[in-house]
């Protein structure tokens, strides 16, 4: 699996709409690709990168604060698949030398990635089939 590095290059809120958009792009490339997630996650994610602190943890703050103290890293969110429109992802996390995968929605993975600044790989089959229709 060849994995591209990506970042999140866009935020689409909107409150008219269940369906909220963030769009990821290739780090050292032109691709681009949308992913259409809830509005809970979106307003995580816009909170995180407008370094916009809730007076309590709200759920990827708190699953940030729980790896931390338990002394787990988060080396970085792979987004490994797209069937059927649904993305796939996993969050790598490592303890003591040893790597562990977890199944991840990409809204939530993402939404924690940005909050632990971990980066976001994509697998070269994904990013070639989500961006071949997106301008």
Known sequence: MALIEC???????SENHDR??????????????????????????HRFINDEKPPRPLTHELVGNVLEQLEITLERVVVTELKNMTFYADLVLSQNGKEVHIDSRPSDAIALAVHRGAPILV?????????????
């Open 7 to 13: 970042r999140l290059s866009k935020v689409v809120m």
């Open 20 to 45: 909220q958009i963030i769009v990821l792009e290739e780090v050292e490339g032109d691709r681009k690709f949308p992913i259409i997630i809830g509005f809970l996650e979106v307003f995580a994610i």
């Open 123 to 135: 697998d070269e089959d994904v990013i070639s089939q989500a961006a071949q229709d997106f301008d």
